[in-house]
């Protein structure tokens, strides 16, 4: 069993309160946070299961924030010979911690950072890059403020409102998705996986009906591991899942037409 990208979050606290959050950070009223406890029990019920992934990914909210990050980082290690990169997903505008960039810089063959700028203390994002450089810990700059946007800017997934198209519809958009194109982009909350983000988090903020069909219960304890493949195997077969239906479908698409200025604060 292998897997492209996986998602992690160790935190749904974020520093900024983004317009068109792609994770949906504003919904929350209580922003929830995984301790190290319940984040090693979800790497151990993932990789129970998976056999392999690509990329390992550390999400949020912003990670930056999680007040021990350097050990949930440390932690992923303990499994590096069950992934190829750990990628950490990152606004940059909260300055690096010495014990966060010490172990990305102990890690550094495996890890990239993701610093997407906002334009929101551009003093701290400029620090953070010449840290990495320093540390000589990969990373990847993306600007999204002002001219030029990367990849002309975010999508706009619209609001959790049941669209009622048909199951073709759906399937049409399900198919189309960037996150299906890639194998998924599967997400982890609670032992809960699913497809994408908008799934989990609109399941998790009730706004989307939770249907066991559209996700895998890693921390099931009736259910065996090598029966959670088969139905992982399942899962990953299906066309649709009910969040396409609560989603504009917008995501993925190269119509410039629909995308709006990234990092708007509410």
Known sequence: MRINNVNLTPTMRCNLKCKLCGVLVPQYDYRPQMDEQEFNETLNALFNVVDHVKRLQITGGEPLMHPNLHIILDDCFKYSYKFDELWLFSNCSIPFRDNVLSVLKKHKEKVMVH?????????????????????????????????????????????????????????????????????????????????????????????????????????????????????????????????????????????????????EQI
């Open 115 to 263: 610093c997407s700028d906002y334009g929101k203390n551009m003093d701290v994002s400029q620090t953070n890059n010449k840290l990495l450089v320093e540390a000589e810990v990969p990373f990847k700059y993306l600007k999204y403020y002002g001219e030029n946007q990367y990849f002309d800017g975010w999508v706009d997934n619209g609001d959790f409102i049941a669209h009622h198209r048909s199951v073709e519809e759906n399937e049409a958009i399900f198919s189309s998705c960037t996150h299906v194109n890639r194998g998924g982009s599967w997400y982890i909350r609670h032992g809960q996986m699913h497809w994408c983000g908008r799934s989990i988090r609109g399941t998790e903020l009730n706004k989307i009906p939770l249907d066991k069909k559209d996700y895998l219960d890693l921390f099931d304890t009736t259910t065996s591991a090598d029966e959670k493949k088969k139905l992982l195997e399942e899962l990953m077969k299906v066309r649709t899942i009910t969040a396409c239906d609560y989603c504009n479908g917008y995501y993925g698409t190269n119509d410039i037409s629909k995308r709006y200025p990234a990092g």
